[in-house]
C-alpha cells in the first residue's frame, strides 16, 4: 500500500501531494566533463501535505532536507516525480511547468532561508527587497506598496521606519524577521522554512518562533518545517518526516514519533539530542561513522552499516516505507525488523 | 575557598578589555572561576558574551590590541602554581604551556587545521616541540592517537589532508592533537556546534572517556543548555563579560537563581515534554558592548527589573558552591527552594 492512499487522513484538505520526487545532480569529471555518477540527493519521496499544518522535516546534514525543499519550489531543476499543488479544488503538477507557468504558483509557495546575513541583498533597502514581489504581483503603485511593506514589518514586530535601513543595521533575529515578512509579502498558502531559526542565538529562537506560529494562526498558513534540531520540531510540528539519505525513513504524528518511536534510525537521532533536563537522562547510542555518500549509497537499507540491528535482509532489499496502525493516525517506517503491518 | 590539591586552573577577577576605533569593549569584566582536576566546567551563555575572549584569554591567544587589565590566571601545574597572565605572551615558558599542558579544541575545524599539511605532519609538530620522541616513534605515536580518537584506518589516514576527512573525523583529528601530549587541561570552544547530532554524541563520549581514563580537566564552552545538563560538572552562566550565576549543575539547572538563567532554561523546548510545553522568549536582545547598561547588564530585558539594578550587584555567594549576581536572589532563592 502506498504511503499516500486516500484513507490516510480522509478529513484533512491535501494542499500538496509529492510522489517518487527524485532529484539526482550529476557528477562531471575530467576534461570533457563526462558525467560519472550521480548525487541523488532525494532519491524516491512520497508524501502528502495537508492544509494548515506544520510539518517538520528532519535529517543529519547531506540527507536531501533543503533539497526537498527545494525540489518543491521549483527551485532546483532535474526533479521526476510529481509534485501535485491544489489550489481551488485543482491538481497542478509542479515539476513540468516553465517559469511562465510557475509564475501563479511563486505566489502560492514561499520560502524562508537559513542564513539571514545572505539572503538578503546588501546592497538594497529593505523597502528595495521587500517590494520587488509587490511589483511582480500586481501593487503598481509605490505608496501602496510602501503601506503594505509598513503593515508587513509591523506583522513581524519590526518598526515600519526599519524599511528604509540596509540589512547592515539589523542584528540576525531582526534579519530573520525581515526574510519572513519577505515571504510573507504576497500572502502565500505555504511556506517552507529551511532551518529559519539554526542560525539565530538561543534567545532570539524562540522570538521568532513564537513568531511563526502566531503568523501561521492569524493568516492560515501551511508550514514545511526544515532543521535538524529535534526538541524544535517537537515543540512546533503536527507531524515530523525523518529523512535519512535521500529517502524518508519515518514519518508519523510529533507525539507519536517521540513517544513510539519504530526505526532504529530515529531511535538513535532521539537518544543523541542533548537535553536540558536532569531528571531526564537517558543512554545515549552512540552511531559509528559518517552518514554515506548519496552517489554511492549501500546496498540494501541505507542506514544498515550503521544500524545495531542490522541483519542479512538489511543488506541486501531496500526497506518500503510501510504503513503502521496507532492511536494517533498512521505511522510510516521504512524498516524490515518492525514488525510487519496489519493487514487491511 | 579552599587551595586544595584538586584545582587545576583558578581565574579570579579576571578583565580583559579589547580595544578598536578609540573605543574599549569591556569584553571580561572580572571574571572567577575554578577548573578541578578531572571535572568539566560548562561556560554558557549567547554569543557576544565573552565566553570564547576567556578562554583566548587562558590560552594567551588574544588579538594584539587587547590586554589582560586586572585579575589572576592561576595554572596549578604539577610543580608549583604559575601565574600565566604574568608570562610574556610568546614566551618561552607559555609556549611550553600552551599545548602541552593547557590544550584547546576550536569550534570550526576546518579554519583551525592547516589545509597544506597533512593531519599526520600537524599531530607531529606537536610532538616535535613538546616531547622527546624522535623519528620513527614519533610518527607511530601520531598514528596511535588516531586510532585511539576512533578514525578507522590510522595509517592511511595518518598521510591525508583535512579536506579529505568528514566534518566528525576533522574534529577527531583536532582533539588528537590537542591529546598528544597529554594536556592537564582541555579548553574545548564549541567543539560541537558545527556537527550533527550523531557526531556530536561520538565527541562526547570520547571526551567522557578522556576525563575518565586521564583525569584531564575540561573546560567546555557551549551556548547549548542540553549539552550542559548532558557533561558537566559544574557550570557558569556567562552575560555581556560577567559570570551571572555559577555552580554545581545539579543546584543551577535545578533551582537556578539569576532572571537570565531562568530566562534562558524557559526559551528552549525540551525534548520529550510535548507540543504544550511553555516556551518563554527573552525579550529585545544583546546591549551594544560600546554602549553597556550602567548597572546590571540584564536589566533592559528583565522581568523582575527594580530601581536598584541601575547599579551593578555584587556577587553573592548562596551556598559553599553557589554564587549569584543578582540585587533580588533573596526572594529567587526562596520561591526556587518551593
Given at each position: 500500500m502506498p504511503p499516500n492512499s486516500e484513507s490516510a487522513r480522509p478529513d484533512a484538505d491535501v494542499i500538496l501531494s509529492l510522489s517518487d520526487v527524485r532529484v539526482h545532480f550529476p557528477v562531471k569529471a575530467g576534461v570533457f566533463k563526462r558525467t560519472v555518477g550521480?548525487?541523488?540527493?532525494?532519491?524516491?519521496?512520497?508524501?502528502?501535505?495537508?492544509?494548515?499544518?506544520?510539518?517538520?522535516?528532519?535529517?543529519?546534514?547531506?540527507?536531501?532536507?533543503?533539497?526537498?525543499?527545494?525540489?518543491?519550489?521549483?527551485?532546483?531543476?532535474?526533479?521526476?516525480?510529481?509534485?501535485?499543488?491544489?489550489?481551488?479544488?485543482?491538481?497542478?503538477?509542479?515539476?513540468?511547468?516553465?517559469?511562465?507557468?510557475?509564475?501563479?504558483?511563486?505566489?502560492?509557495?514561499?520560502?524562508v532561508f537559513q542564513d539571514p546575513h545572505s539572503s538578503l541583498n546588501p546592497a538594497f533597502t529593505i523597502f528595495g527587497s521587500l517590494e520587488d514581489p509587490l511589483k511582480r504581483y500586481g501593487v503598481k503603485t509605490r505608496k501602496e506598496r510602501r503601506k503594505i511593506v509598513g503593515d508587513l514589518l509591523e506583522a513581524v514586530n519590526m518598526r515600519p521606519e526599519a524599511m528604509d535601513h540596509y540589512p547592515h543595521e539589523f542584528s540576525g533575529g531582526q534579519r530573520q524577521r525581515i526574510g519572513i515578512a519577505r515571504a510573507l509579502s504576497i500572502e502565500p498558502e505555504l511556506i517552507v522554512c529551511d532551518e529559519a531559526v539554526s542560525a539565530l542565538d538561543v534567545s532570539i529562537q524562540a522570538q521568532v518562533l513564537q513568531l511563526l506560529m502566531d503568523l501561521k494562526q492569524s493568516k492560515n498558513l501551511t508550514y514545511i518545517f526544515?532543521?535538524?534540531?529535534?526538541?524544535?520540531?517537537?515543540?512546533?510540528?503536527?507531524?515530523?518526516?525523518?529523512?535519512?539519505?535521500?529517502?524518508?525513513?519515518?514519518?508519523?504524528?510529533?507525539?507519536?514519533?517521540?513517544?513510539?518511536?519504530?526505526h532504529p534510525y530515529t531511535e538513535a537521532l532521539l537518544?543523541?539530542?542533548?537535553?536540558?533536563?536532569?531528571?531526564?537522562?537517558?543512554?545515549?547510542?552512540?552511531?559509528?561513522?559518517?552518514?554515506p555518500s548519496?552517489?554511492?549509497?549501500?546496498?540494501?537499507?541505507?542506514?544498515?552499516?550503521?544500524?545495531?540491528?542490522?541483519?542479512?535482509?538489511?543488506?541486501?532489499?531496500?526497506?518500503?516505507?510501510?504503513?503502521?496502525?496507532?492511536?494517533?493516525?498512521?505511522?510510516?517506517?521504512?524498516?524490515?525488523?518492525?514488525?510487519?503491518?496489519?493487514?487491511? | 575557598m579552599a587551595e586544595t590539591g584538586d584545582l587545576a586552573l583558578s581565574v579570579r577577577n579576571l578583565k580583559t578589555y579589547m580595544y578598536a576605533n578609540n573605543r574599549c569593549n569591556k569584553a571580561v569584566n572580572?571574571?572567577?572561576?575554578?577548573?578541578?582536576?578531572?571535572?568539566?566546567?560548562?561556560?554558557?551563555?549567547?554569543?557576544?558574551?565573552?565566553?570564547?575572549?576567556?578562554?583566548?584569554?587562558?590560552?594567551?591567544?588574544?588579538?594584539?590590541?587587547?590586554r589582560i587589565e586586572e585579575g589572576e590566571v592561576i595554572y596549578h601545574s604539577d610543580d608549583g602554581d604559575i601565574r600565566i597572565d604574568q608570562l610574556a605572551r610568546n614566551g618561552r615558558q607559555m609556549r611550553a604551556i600552551r599545548g602541552s599542558e593547557i590544550a584547546m579544541i576550536f569550534q570550526d575545524p576546518m579554519t583551525a587545521l592547516n589545509p597544506v599539511?597533512?593531519?599526520?605532519?600537524?599531530?607531529?609538530?606537536?610532538?616535535?616541540?613538546?616531547?622527546?620522541?624522535?623519528?620513527?616513534?614519533?610518527?607511530?605515536?601520531?598514528?596511535?592517537?588516531?586510532?585511539?580518537?576512533?578514525?578507522?584506518?590510522?595509517?592511511?589516514?595518518?598521510?591525508?589532508?583535512?579536506?579529505?576527512?568528514?566534518?566528525?573525523?576533522?574534529?577527531?583529528?583536532?582533539?588528537?592533537?590537542?591529546?598528544?601530549?597529554?594536556?592537564?587541561?582541555?579548553i574545548a570552544d564549541e567543539p560541537t556546534t558545527a556537527l550533527d547530532v550523531t557526531i556530536q554524541a561520538q565527541i562526547f563520549e570520547l571526551m567522557e572517556t578522556l576525563k575518565r581514563d586521564h583525569g584531564t580537566a575540561i573546560m567546555l564552552i557551549t551556548h547549548d543548555m542540553g549539552v550542559v545538563a548532558e557533561l558537566a560538572d559544574d557550570v557558569a552562566v556567562m552575560y555581556m563579560g560577567n559570570i551571572v550565576e555559577a555552580g554545581p549543575v545539579g543546584v543551577v539547572l535545578r533551582n537556578p537563581v539569576h532572571p537570565y538563567t531562568r530566562a534562558l532554561l524557559?526559551?528552549?523546548?525540551?525534548?520529550?515534554?510535548?507540543?504544550?510545553?511553555?516556551?518563554?522568549?527573552?525579550?529585545?536582545?544583546?546591549?551594544?558592548?560600546?554602549?553597556?547598561?550602567k548597572g546590571c547588564q540584564f536589566a533592559d530585558r528583565c522581568r523582575y527589573r527594580i530601581d536598584q539594578c541601575d547599579a551593578m550587584p555584587p556577587e553573592t555567594q548562596i551556598s559553599d558552591y553557589h554564587r549569584v549576581m543578582c540585587w533580588r536572589y533573596e526572594e529567587f532563592t526562596a520561591n526556587a527552594a518551593e
Open positions: 550521480h548525487v541523488k540527493a532525494v532519491d524516491g519521496v512520497d508524501l502528502d501535505v495537508y492544509r494548515g499544518e506544520v510539518l517538520g522535516l528532519v535529517g543529519e546534514s547531506g540527507c536531501g532536507k533543503t533539497t526537498l525543499g527545494k525540489a518543491i519550489l521549483q527551485l532546483v531543476r532535474n526533479v521526476t516525480g510529481k509534485v501535485l499543488y491544489r489550489s481551488d479544488d485543482k491538481d497542478t503538477d509542479l515539476t513540468g511547468l516553465d517559469e511562465r507557468g510557475l509564475f501563479p504558483f511563486r505566489k502560492r509557495l514561499q520560502i526544515i532543521t535538524h534540531d529535534l526538541s524544535v520540531t517537537e515543540y512546533l510540528c503536527d507531524r515530523i518526516a525523518v529523512m535519512y539519505l535521500g529517502r524518508i525513513v519515518e514519518l508519523c504524528d510529533a507525539e507519536e514519533l517521540y513517544g513510539n518511536t519504530l537518544s543523541a539530542i542533548p537535553v536540558a533536563d536532569l531528571d531526564r537522562k537517558s543512554k545515549r547510542i552512540v552511531l559509528e561513522g559518517d552518514v548519496p552517489i554511492n549509497p549501500p546496498p540494501g537499507c541505507p542506514f544498515h552499516p550503521r544500524c545495531r540491528y542490522a541483519q542479512d535482509v538489511c543488506r541486501t532489499v531496500v526497506p518500503e516505507l510501510k504503513r503502521y496502525r496507532s492511536d494517533r493516525g498512521d505511522h510510516f517506517a521504512a524498516c524490515h525488523l518492525v514488525e510487519a503491518p496489519e493487514a487491511d | 572580572g571574571v572567577s572561576f575554578e577548573i578541578h582536576k578531572g571535572k568539566t566546567l560548562c561556560i554558557v551563555g549567547e554569543s557576544g558574551c565573552g565566553k570564547s575572549v576567556t578562554a583566548s584569554t587562558i590560552m594567551q591567544l588574544l588579538p594584539t590590541l587587547s599539511y597533512t593531519i599526520g605532519f600537524q599531530i607531529i609538530e606537536m610532538l616535535l616541540y613538546h616531547t622527546r620522541l624522535r623519528g620513527r616513534k614519533r610518527f607511530n605515536k601520531a598514528i596511535d592517537l588516531l586510532r585511539s580518537m576512533g578514525i578507522p584506518l590510522p595509517e592511511r589516514r595518518v598521510r591525508e589532508y583535512p579536506h579529505q576527512y568528514s566534518g566528525g573525523m576533522r574534529q577527531r583529528a583536532m582533539i588528537a592533537i590537542a591529546m598528544s601530549c597529554n594536556p592537564k587541561i582541555l524557559e526559551s528552549i523546548p525540551v525534548l520529550g515534554r510535548g507540543k504544550n510545553q511553555e516556551i518563554r522568549a527573552i525579550p529585545g536582545q544583546t546591549p551594544d558592548p560600546y554602549d553597556r547598561p
